[in-house]
């Protein structure tokens, strides 16, 4: 190296002059500055924007891919997957998933998450975008207030992914008939809602999840029923054919219809608010509540064809119950099998007069019934097997007073209670036709047959008599009597002898008609005439005799 | 090695705009060159200051500009946000090396020299070092020289923004990111401006 140079002398070095302008150099600084606050702002706004990390396993990790795989809510990108793995256990998949921070509070405990495929359903296709954008994530807030970061994954997408307003309820039924998820809620005729979720409960009955739209949800009362509206009702009525149905798409895919309930009973199945009761059909669900049904036996010494199970059990005309059982007894006494039919009976039907008991203080219980029964029985309640149809040869039980009856023994201590029971009426009209066909067969057909035979042929003689002779001389006279009137007519004629002189006589008869009168009218005002003859100067015209007749 | 002899021995200040040598007696009248009339200091005052002001100012926002996306593209099958390695790594995975080392060298390999080589001549100045002077000042000329090439990614972006607007099928839109990186390229161009090569020269005590 070089030795130093001799540094130089203090008079040549520059003036510094520069020294008032320093601060220029300075504001260089602000730059950097500038610059780090700028990137140290975008770290903590990443940092800060940065949003949760969630895991979510699926069963099948189908399409989704990372990086690529976006999270929505609403169909709006919140998250991305960041990364798919195996479970440990190797049974699912287990999706990672950074979201955007604003998406941090949909993340509840319950959030549901759902992979959107294709899909095509019997009343809705959905996901048809994600054919060509590929699968993404589907996303669902959920209620609850605690947080959670690791999910399991529905496998089929919730029937309502973007929470509208509304109600879920729960309807209980034993079974749910042919409905989709999916399948319409009708509110008169409106849809108002729909099916979202059916589930078979640990008893075999059926729960069934509706959703109400607002603001429909209001309709949804305490006395609200609910029922199956699949297929088509046709009613023959005292009106006519009468068809009614909620809507074409209900009767292919099914649906559920609820209203108002009577009012004035609360329904009884209500567990907590939102349960409800999934009626069979409309019918059903308007009836009045039945409470709690009893049953009873009947003992019925005839053959009973045509009597099914579930045939109704009618008091005076009211449908109470319907017969569960029909089975064959054995008797050892007599050696005789009489029918043991069991019939449930919703006493609730009966209505007043058992109210009316029932409210006597006593609960409602089978004891209750046993003695409203007992009175009956006294008055001649008699359970009958009865044809419901003569076409078809059904049959029904008919509760029926028939006071006629011998009386029968009641212990109202016997559980189920056994009823007295009457023969059918059908069984009587058989033997109203038998006693009838007796009759007939006991008539002397034949005797009646020969008798009949013997006035037949007196007839047929005395007609063949009648024609030999009684005609010919039948047609004699006829002939006859053709002559005469034939002679009558020409006599009758015009231009005849006879006719001609009876008109001159008759215009004779009239000219001596006129002059007698004209001789009562002149002894009727002269009748002097008749002592003293006629005075002839005195007999004026016609006129002038009618004018002095006036003067007098 | 004979010893160099500086301008100060020799009373002389070279105009940095024109080349010319102008004596110091001259300039004590007037400061400005009697060619080109441009300014004349004998060394750009606070020039180290100044270009590390820059310098740092460049490698704080050459972060933002790596991390943040440079480019949005949405086309039939959704939209993407595309970093600069996040580029040039896709460019290369599918084949195209060429593209993808060319993007490398404009947006990674130039600034990072530039950082590297204005840092090393701020230090070797700060520390009065007669290292490779010589070289040192041909590093200079070449910083200077690739500073211009580094607005590459800048001008990629603003082509391809500018023409890839096809509504449904595809679109292609700046982001942050590439506004980071232009002023980078500016600020390093500034950095590099600002420093003066004469020092590299200059025997302090």
């Known amino acids: 190296m070089s030795p130093a140079p001799t540094p130089p002398s203090k008079e040549e070095l520059p003036p510094p002059a520069l020294q008032n302008r320093r601060w220029i150099p300075r504001l260089v600084w602000a730059v950097p500055i500038a610059a780090a606050a700028i990137g140290i702002s975008l770290l903590i706004r990443n940092w800060e924007n940065a949003g949760p990390q969630i895991t979510i396993s699926f069963l099948s990790g189908e399409g989704v891919q990372v990086g690529k795989t976006l999270v929505k809510y609403r169909d709006v990108a919140v998250g991305r997957v960041s990364a798919v793995v195996l479970s440990a256990d190797h049974e699912t998949v287990v999706v990672s998933a950074s979201l955007s921070k604003e998406a941090a509070s949909l993340l509840k405990a319950d959030t549901q998450f759902w992979i959107v495929r294709p899909r095509i359903g019997v009343n809705s296709v959905s996901g048809l975008s994600t054919l060509l954008s590929g699968v993404y994530i589907g996303m669902k807030t959920g209620a609850a207030t605690g947080r959670e970061r690791q999910f399991v994954g529905l496998e089929n997408p919730p029937a309502l992914s973007h929470g509208p307003r509304g109600r879920e309820l729960q309807l209980h039924a034993a079974r749910a008939g042919s409905l989709a998820i999916g399948a319409p809620l009708y509110f008169r005729q409106f849809q108002v809602g729909r099916v979202i979720d059916e589930s078979l409960l640990g008893d075999g009955s ?82 009045p509540p039945d409470g709690d049904p009893h049953y009873v036996r009947m003992r019925f010494s005839q053959a009973l064809r045509g009597l099914d199970v579930g045939a109704p059990v009618e008091f005076v005309g ?27 009976l919703y006493p609730r039907r009966m209505g007043q007069a058992y109210e009316a008991l029932a409210a006597q203080g006593k609960t409602e219980s089978v004891d209750t019934l046993a003695e409203f029964v007992g009175t009956l029985v006294d008055r001649g309640l008699r359970a009958q097997p009865r044809s419901a149809s003569l076409l078809t040869g059904k049959l029904y039980i008919a509760l029926d007073f028939l006071p006629a009856s011998p009386r029968a023994a009641f212990d109202s201590s016997i559980r189920p209670l056994e009823l007295p029971t009457a023969n059918g009426t059908f069984q009587e009209l058989e033997a109203g036709v038998g006693r009838l066909v007796k009759k007939l067969n006991d008539l002397p057909l034949e005797q009646i047959v020969v008798d009949l035979h013997t006035d037949l042929t007196d007839f047929h003689e005395t007609m063949s008599e009648l024609h030999g002779r009684v005609l010919p001389s039948a047609v004699d006279t006829l002939t006859a009597l053709h002559t005469t009137l034939d002679s009558v007519d020409r006599t009758l004629d015009v231009e005849s002898p ?33 002592l003293r003859g006629r005075r002839p100067q005195k007999m004026p015209a016609r006129p002038a005799a009618l004018s002095s007749e006036a003067k007098p | ?97 060429d593209i993808a080392l060319l993007i490398f060298t404009a947006s990674v390999a130039v600034p990072f020299t530039k950082f590297i080589a204005i840092g090393l001549l701020l230090l070797t100045v700060r520390k009065n070092s007669r290292w490779q002077q010589r070289q040192r000042t041909t590093l200079y000329r070449i910083v200077e020289f690739i500073g211009y090439w580094s607005m590459l990614d800048v001008i990629v972006v603003a082509l ?7 509504q449904m099928l595809g679109t292609a839109e700046a982001r942050a990111g590439i506004a980071f990186f232009c002023v980078v390229v500016v600020v390093t161009m500034l950095s590099a401006l600002s420093f003066d090569p004469r020092l590299i020269w200059d025997r302090r005590a």
């Open chain 1, 206 to 287: 059926t729960r069934v999840t509706v959703f109400v739209d607002a603001p429909y949800d209001g309709f949804v009362k305490p006395v609200t029923r609910f029922w199956n509206a699949s297929g088509i009702d046709v009613k023959l009525g005292a009106d006519g054919l009468n068809v009614q149905t909620e809507s074409l798409a209900a009767v292919l895919a099914g649906g559920l219809a609820f209203d108002d309930g009577p009012t004035e009973v609360l329904p009884t199945a209500v567990g907590m608010p939102g349960d409800f009761t999934l009626y069979k059909n409309e019918t059903e669900a308007m009836a």
């Open chain 1, 318 to 344: 009211v449908n109470i119950g319907s017969v569960v059982a029909v089975d064959l007894g054995y008797e050892r006494q007599n050696r005789s099998f009489p029918v043991i039919v069991t019939a449930k």
């Open chain 2, 1 to 97: 090695m004979t010893p160099l002899r500086q301008s100060l021995e020799l009373g002389l200040v070279l105009c940095r705009t024109c080349g010319l040598a102008v004596s110091r007696a001259s300039l004590e009248v007037d400061r400005r060159c009697p060619r080109c009339k441009s300014r004349i200091e004998h060394r750009t005052p606070f020039s180290t200051e100044t270009t590390l002001a820059f310098l740092i100012a460049g490698i704080a926002l050459y972060i933002p500009a790596n991390l943040l996306p440079v480019m949005h593209t949405s086309g039939l099958l959704g939209g993407q946000d595309s970093t600069i390695l996040g580029g040039i790594l896709e460019f290369w995975r599918s084949g195209d090396w």
């Open chain 2, 160 to 166: 391809t923004s500018a023409l890839m607007q096809f």
């Open chain 1, 498 to 530: 006879l006719q001609r002189s009876l008109a001159e006589t008759l215009s004779e008869s009239r000219t001596t008609l006129q002059a007698v009168r004209e001789l009562a009218d002149y002894l009727d005002r002269h009748p002097d005439a008749l």
